[in-house]
């Protein structure tokens, strides 16, 4: 009995910490920090806020080694004996750099909208016709894409012409911080849904003939596994899902950042398709990897656009069941993911 009431206070006392780490003082006092440090960059020449998001880069990159252990295990995961120890870190500092700049973008944004600086430096890309003439005819697309070039301007960029976009967003651990973004990423922007409990609303968008986008190349606990340069990478399942229950046609976003904050293209690829036959869920699978596939592609033809520093692989598959594509399988399927502490802790 006492220690069924110490648990019970103990997993309280976890959901108050928890609770005080997303919402309390230091969530507040980090939240506006930030808005605080990045407000300059609304007000100066646009090539100086992009230097001063390359020089902050510079920074990171020096003072947080822990990034760069991660940055140089990726890369070694992904390319081998291909790149030396000096391209290794050349390349994940650049990445760093360009990540700094989808920040300043992000910051950009709302004012450029408002000026209509959006519509003078942002243009349609390679195989934009057909996406388009299928949105004009009111027919459901799915949009997926990764963490590379400039992610932030692509959704608006369609939202600016015309369309309907819903995008579902992994929450922060600073929930203050995470509603900052959402209001700014809502001006002129896509309808968002946190992650958890998006598929609804997704479909509901879809069925309406609307388009969603979203991104598949973070480590997604309990997610499926499928190839992602060679090894097993726990993947998000959205795509797929939404493919198999609404027919929708599927398009890989690929946004390039030509010339920062003066010249940006949003190339598709698409509309993509899989083999016919199977179950619902190696048809599930298929897409999934068919999609991390194509990510892995664009990565490889310039790999200093890609966000290195995330731990995309951190999950492992089961031991046991090494060969099988493990995951959270929408069919209601037992989830064959084995967390590592780090995540249990999280």
Request: net charge positive; hydrophobic share 40%; no cysteine.
């Given at each position: 009995?006492?220690?069924?009431?110490?648990?019970?206070?103990?997993?309280?006392?976890?959901?108050?910490?928890?609770?005080?780490?997303?919402?309390?003082?230091?969530?507040?006092?980090?939240?506006?920090?930030?808005?605080?440090?990045?407000?300059?960059?609304?007000?100066?020449?646009?090539?100086?806020?992009?230097?001063?998001?390359?020089?902050?880069?510079?920074?990171?990159?020096?003072?947080?080694?822990?990034?760069?252990?991660?940055?140089?295990?990726?890369?070694?995961?992904?390319?081998?004996?291909?790149?030396?120890?000096?391209?290794?870190?050349?390349?994940?500092?650049?990445?760093?750099?360009?990540?700094?700049?989808?920040?300043?973008?992000?910051?950009?944004?709302?004012?450029?909208?408002?000026?209509?600086?959006?519509?003078?430096?942002?243009?349609a890309g390679?195989?934009?016709?057909?996406?388009?003439?299928?949105?004009?005819?009111?027919?459901?697309?799915?949009?997926?894409?990764?963490?590379?070039?400039?992610?932030?301007?692509?959704?608006?960029?369609?939202?600016?012409?015309?369309?309907?976009?819903?995008?579902?967003?992994?929450?922060?651990?600073?929930?203050?911080?995470?509603?900052?973004?959402?209001?700014?990423?809502?001006?002129?922007?896509?309808?968002?849904?946190?992650?958890?409990?998006?598929?609804?609303?997704?479909?509901?968008?879809?069925?309406?003939?609307?388009?969603?986008?979203?991104?598949?190349?973070?480590?997604?606990?309990?997610?499926?596994?499928?190839?992602?340069f060679g090894?097993?990478?726990?993947?998000?399942?959205?795509?797929?899902?939404?493919?198999?229950?609404?027919?929708a046609a599927?398009?890989?976003?690929?946004?390039?950042?030509?010339?920062?904050?003066?010249?940006?293209?949003?190339?598709?690829?698409?509309?993509?398709?899989?083999?016919?036959?199977?179950?619902?869920?190696?048809?599930?699978?298929?897409?999934?990897?068919?999609?991390?596939?194509?990510?892995?592609?664009?990565?490889?033809?310039?790999?200093?656009?890609?966000?290195?520093?995330?731990?995309?692989?951190?999950?492992?598959?089961?031991?046991?069941?090494?060969?099988?594509?493990?995951?959270?399988?929408?069919?209601?399927?037992?989830?064959?993911?084995?967390?590592?502490?780090?995540?249990?802790?999280?």
């Amino acid at each position: 009995m006492g220690s069924a009431v110490t648990t019970s206070e103990s997993e309280q006392a976890r959901a108050r910490r928890r609770e005080r780490e997303r919402r309390g003082f230091r969530a507040q006092v980090a939240a506006w920090a930030i808005r605080i440090t990045v407000a300059p960059l609304r007000i100066v020449p646009v090539p100086v806020a992009f230097f001063i998001g390359r020089r902050f880069a510079d920074f990171l990159w020096l003072f947080l080694p822990s990034r760069r252990r991660i940055a140089d295990e990726n890369l070694r995961t992904a390319f081998g004996e291909q790149l030396s120890a000096r391209d290794r870190a050349r390349i994940g500092r650049e990445s760093v750099r360009r990540f700094s700049m989808t920040l300043v973008e992000g910051v950009l944004l709302p004012g450029w909208i408002r000026t209509g600086r959006l519509e003078r430096v942002a243009e349609a890309g390679a195989g934009n016709a057909e996406a388009f003439a299928r949105q004009q005819r009111g027919e459901p697309i799915i949009f997926f894409s990764g963490h590379f070039g400039p992610w932030e301007v692509s959704a608006r960029q369609l939202v600016r012409l015309g369309w309907r976009i819903g995008l579902p967003y992994r929450s922060t651990k600073n929930e203050v911080l995470q509603d900052w973004i959402v209001r700014t990423r809502a001006i002129a922007g896509p309808e968002q849904f946190p992650r958890k409990g998006a598929l609804r609303p997704l479909m509901r968008l879809l069925k309406e003939g609307a388009a969603v986008t979203m991104f598949l190349d973070q480590n997604e606990r309990g997610g499926l596994f499928v190839d992602f340069f060679g090894r097993p990478a726990a993947t998000v399942t959205t795509v797929g899902v939404l493919a198999e229950r609404t027919g929708a046609a599927v398009y890989l976003q690929v946004p390039r950042r030509v010339v920062p904050g003066q010249k940006y293209r949003v190339d598709f690829e698409g509309p993509l398709t899989i083999p016919d036959g199977g179950t619902t869920e190696e048809r599930i699978h298929a897409w999934t990897q068919l999609a991390t596939a194509r990510i892995e592609a664009r990565i490889r033809e310039n790999p200093a656009e890609w966000l290195w520093i995330h731990r995309r692989w951190r999950s492992r598959p089961l031991a046991s069941t090494p060969s099988e594509p493990a995951g959270t399988m929408p069919s209601g399927s037992t989830k064959r993911h084995s967390p590592s502490r780090q995540e249990e802790t999280e």
